[in-house]
């Protein structure tokens, strides 16, 4: 018996003893619980699970607070020591041993685990146990909270100054101004709010020439044609596209243990900018994002945006090489639901992952029964150490009907084939003779001795001399993986490459007449037998094939494939397997001194009989099979059985005349031709269903200590939108997406509408957009945002024309004008008395700045990663990254985790690796000097200066005046144009060369000053 298991039994025994002699005990006083429990739990638990502290919530000086227990859930249920975590605890089990500095004596362990069992007598107490793993119902006070009622419309307040209002919005702020004795802000100069609107919302300067479209323009509804011709423009989604990846955390690498390349990642982001740019209603935007692919579609475009819009779940860090899978699938759960809260319903699920939400009345149930949808949700391909995300197909219409003709074509070649084939056997079938030949060599090799030591390595100690050794990766012709790398330098392997079949050949020489022992050292996690052949001739049909452990180096074994008679000279030795083949190191050929002739064998017998070997290891695979030993006249019935000889295509085509194989070739070289012209089927990040469960409450968030079943559905907290039930067979997605979609909901539009404002405005009317709890700040001005939470709702959901309402106001075309007066009473511009000036993120820093030197070029999304699929990103500096260099938006270079491209951190880039609603601007020396000295400053100042140069319709003025109009949208003020002037000629001075280059360099110089000046850095 091992020792763990005695001392369980000891210990079961013990507590039967002690529970009989307490039984006995009871009848005349409590004497037992005086005298062995009570001193252990004043002594030893009290101080700090007592009257004066309370850890982790739980008191033990009480029978009934033990049974109410704390943040992990009751502390002891009467009669099940086994079940009770105050007996777990103390035995020093998980989760947590108690007491933390010292056990307890084995006989107070007892002690307490036989007063338990005996029902938990405690003198004066009742015992009436709780139910376990309670559920939290809300109170009064915290259903109460302002954000989980409904949105109200209101309708909009009267002001005194109703001239200022242009539409309702106005209304709302200027009443609350109104009401605190303040008035707003005076509205910006035009050219300001051109350059503010374009930058909002596409993240570009203006041209001079829409800037001076509009000055032109005196007409009402000038403003709202230029919020319209943007709104329609490509650089909209790719402006705003670049928001919604900042809570959906996307990066084009993992990130965190092992940082592996998200190739595939790029097609979710293509699917946002698409969504933005055809205002897909928000409402369709969710819930393709949380369960795209259970919507039901005819369309195969259709259907490939909604499966990529899944990617949303798929996308977040992960730890790829825990070793603990469960722990793994439910920290990625956790990150999901985490992540689909704040960005959604900027609320906090995570926190009541280990115990009831500190703040919010998120239950602990609450939180599994939304963990349960995710759970039964498949986001990883498999769990193994290093894990694999979900991939699924996502073709297109186009790509679907060219591969549909592609693969008719190829399907139609393979039917010629095994005609070919089928012909050639029902010919070779019907010559008996031939047949009973083969069955008499057959039953001849049968009948031959073993071959002495066949069965054992002679490799497994030494490699004996006269072996000849093959590294399994240098092989002459062949299709299989080469890896050199993977293991440690010097360590090759090769694997299957995905193809079928998988092939490859060795050409060796022998240099002396023998007998040699093949041996393959190999690793494998699951069988893979190849074949292995020797000048054609079969020489084992499952070499390799038994299981080693593990595909890494430390599992490789030596296994013997057979034993060949060889003359010297070249020979070819081949391998081959439709399928995957397992990692092979090497191949040996181990000279028998010990053996002068071989045995029988398939290929000997064959010569001797004039046969094809194949033809032969084919009834000698049948007669073992069988077992028994057919006449001659039985050959013609059993060949034409299903299960004789050579009865599958595969097989016939070892046995073809030459002329058929010639034919065959021919065939199978156009099929491979054809193959390589298949468009390959494009794949993206995405969720499917999984195996369907709820799960049980994980106390403290352990998943080894189990509570309460948790069907899957929604915080109760949040009843007022009435949720459609979950299925059994499903996971639960689509129906959480109804529920938050519900028009009624009083989460999903205000939390919406509340960050496109703060995107407008640099803060919302809610200051915390990720939190809508208790700990987060109430609206500066909830009639308004409940206002456009009900209007957007109303309007289908549109994004685009939420903008508008936005725009369109005197709110937001106030200008940035400081006001002492208002300043006073509201120093954060909470009542929005004026508009807030914001610097440009860094992302509208590098497309404006590649964009004033006229080198910005347009894209139809792709990917620019230099790194495979599930390969490690680089961990250079990435300034060596050449990626970050093309002049494209910036939505489209690679975003890699824990090596953000530096001028994007240098601006304060979102963390990738979390839903970010809100970047906090800083202003720290490394961004002037990013501004002026980095690669993208010094490259794009110098093709500016190099065009502004060869603009020979220009003086110094005119070129002056030319980028005061590209960078600030207006004309320079004369005193400004004297002492850039005088600027550009000091330059021209300090400089030497010839005057094409000093010309430039000056010019450089200016456009640098440019750049790197407050105006240009942000918006007014």
Not at 193 to 211: C, H, K, M, N, S
Not at 332 to 358: N, P, S, W, Y
Request: glycine residues 6%; charged residues 25%.
């Amino acid at each position: 018996m091992k020792t763990s298991s005695l001392s369980s039994y000891l210990l079961v025994l013990s507590i039967s003893v002690l529970t009989s002699s307490l039984a006995r005990s009871q009848s005349a006083d409590d004497t037992f619980f005086e005298k062995n429990v009570r001193p252990v739990l004043v002594e030893r638990c009290q101080s700090c699970h007592g009257p004066d502290k309370q850890k982790s919530g739980l008191r033990v000086d009480s029978l009934a607070a033990l049974l109410k227990g704390g943040e992990s859930g009751p502390a002891l249920i009467p009669g099940k020591p086994s079940e009770s975590l105050l007996c777990q605890v103390i035995d020093q089990g998980e989760p947590y041993a108690m007491p933390p500095k010292e056990k307890l004596r084995k006989e107070q362990i007892q002690s307490i685990a036989a007063w338990v069992k005996a029902g938990a007598r405690w003198p004066g107490q009742s015992v009436k146990a709780p139910e376990a793993n309670h559920e939290v119902t809300p109170t009064g006070n915290q259903q109460q909270l302002w954000s989980f009622q409904p949105p109200h419309q209101a309708n909009p307040p009267s002001v005194r100054d109703s001239s200022w209002c242009r539409s309702p919005v106005d209304r709302f702020l200027l009443a609350a101004l109104e009401a605190k004795g303040l008035k707003p802000a005076p509205i910006a100069a035009r050219h300001l709010l051109i350059r503010r609107a374009t930058f909002d919302l596409t993240g570009l300067p203006p041209t001079p020439e829409e800037v001076d479209a509009f000055l032109r323009d005196n007409s009402p509804t000038a403003f709202s044609k230029v919020i319209d011709r943007l709104l329609a423009s490509p650089a909209y989604g790719e402006r705003w596209a670049r928001h919604w990846l900042d809570l959906a955390r996307y990066a084009d690498s993992n990130g965190m243990d092992e940082n592996m390349a998200h190739a595939n990642a790029f097609r979710y982001r293509d699917y946002v900018i698409q969504a933005f740019n055809t205002d897909k209603p928000y409402d369709q935007f969710l819930t393709e994002q949380i369960a795209g692919d259970l919507l039901p579609t005819d369309d195969p475009d259709e259907r490939a945006r909604r499966i990529t819009a899944t990617g949303f779940l798929v996308i977040g860090p992960k730890m790829l090489a825990e070793d603990d899978p469960r722990k793994m699938e439910m920290d990625i759960v956790d990150e999901q639901l985490d992540t689909v809260g704040r960005a959604f319903l900027g609320m906090t699920f995570g926190c009541a992952r280990c115990h009831d939400h500190k703040f919010d009345p998120i239950s602990t149930a609450d939180y599994y029964s939304m963990a349960g949808i995710f759970k039964s949700t498949k986001t990883m391909a498999n769990f193994r150490v290093v894990a694999m995300w979900n991939e699924r197909p996502v073709p297109d219409k186009a790509t679907l009907g060219v591969r549909a003709t592609a693969l008719q074509d190829l399907a139609a070649r393979k039917k010629e084939t095994d005609s070919i084939i089928e012909k050639a056997w029902i010919q070779l079938q019907g010559d008996h003779a031939l047949h009973a030949r083969a069955l008499a060599a057959a039953k001849r090799v049968l009948s031959a001795p073993p071959i002495p030591g066949s069965n054992e390595s002679l490799l497994k100690q030494h490699i004996p001399s006269g072996t000849i050794l093959l590294e399994a990766e240098k092989f002459q012709r062949g299709n299989l993986v080469r890896d050199y790398t993977t293991y440690g330098q010097g360590i090759g392997v090769v694997y299957n490459a995905g193809k079928i079949p998988n092939v490859a050949e060795y050409d060796f020489n022998i240099p002396i007449d023998g007998i040699y022992q093949v041996e393959t050292r190999h690793a494998a996690a699951e069988s893979r037998p190849v074949r292995l052949l020797i000048d054609g001739a079969l020489t084992r049909e499952d070499s390799s094939s038994s299981v080693t452990g593990s595909w890494t180096p430390e599992s490789q074994s030596w296994t013997v494939a057979g034993v060949v008679s060889l003359k010297a000279g070249k020979h070819v030795l081949k391998i081959e397997r439709n399928g995957p083949v397992p990692h092979i190191d090497k191949i040996a050929l181990a000279l028998r001194t010990d053996l002068k002739t071989l045995p029988a064998d398939a290929a000997s017998v064959a010569r001797e009989f004039d046969l094809n070997p194949t033809l032969v290891n084919a009834w000698l695979a049948w007669l073992k099979k069988s077992k028994k030993l057919p006449t001659d006249s039985e050959v013609a019935t059993i060949l034409s059985q299903d299960s004789g000889p050579l009865s599958t295509i595969k097989d016939r085509e070892l046995v073809l005349n030459e002329s058929s194989k010639i034919a065959i070739t021919a065939l199978r070289n156009a099929m491979a031709a054809a193959e390589k012209t298949l468009p390959p089927e494009p794949m993206a990040m995405a969720a499917s269903e999984g195996a369907v469960s709820n799960l049980k409450v994980h106390l403290r968030g352990n998943y080894l200590t189990l509570g309460a079943d948790t069907p899957r559905g929604f915080p109760k907290a949040l009843s007022t939108a009435t949720p459609a039930g979950i299925g059994a067979s499903t996971s639960g997605r689509l129906e959480l997406a109804q529920w938050m979609t519900n028009p009624n909901h009083p989460l999903t539009a205000r939390v919406m509408v509340n960050r496109l404002w703060h995107w407008h405005f640099g803060a919302g009317l809610v200051r915390t957009p990720d939190n809508f709890g208790r700990l987060g700040m109430k609206p500066a001005n909830q009639p308004l945002l409940d206002w456009l939470a009900v209007e957007f709702v109303r309007g289908g959901w549109s994004i685009k024309e939420m903008h508008r309402k936005i725009m369109n106001t005197s709110a937001y075309q106030m200008s940035c004008a400081h006001d002492s007066m208002p300043f006073q009473s509201d120093p954060d511009n909470t009542l929005f008395w004026r508009m807030n000036r914001r610097r440009l993120e860094a992302e509208a820093l590098r497309d404006g700045i590649i964009s004033l030197a006229g080198d910005l070029k347009s894209t139809n999304g792709g990917s620019l990663l230099t790194v495979g699929n599930h390969k490690y990103v680089t961990s250079t500096a990435s300034e060596r990254f050449d990626p970050y260099h093309v002049d494209c938006r910036t939505i489209y270079l690679p975003i890699t985790r824990s090596s953000v491209y530096d001028f994007l951190q240098a601006f304060d880039f979102a963390d990738p690796s979390s839903s970010n609603g809100e970047r906090v601007p800083t202003t720290v020396a490394p961004q002037a000097l990013a501004l002026l000295n980095s690669r993208l400053v010094e490259e794009k100042t110098l093709s500016w200066a190099r065009k502004l140069v060869m603009r020979t319709d220009l003086d110094d003025a005119g070129r002056i005046t030319e980028i005061y109009k590209r960078a600030y949208s207006r004309q320079p003020k004369q005193h400004e144009l004297d002492r850039a002037t005088r600027f550009v000629q000091d330059l021209k001075t300090s400089f030497n060369g010839n005057p094409d280059e000093i010309s430039t360099r000056a010019w450089q110089g200016f456009c640098r000053a440019i750049l790197a000046s407050s105006e240009f850095v942000h918006v007014d």
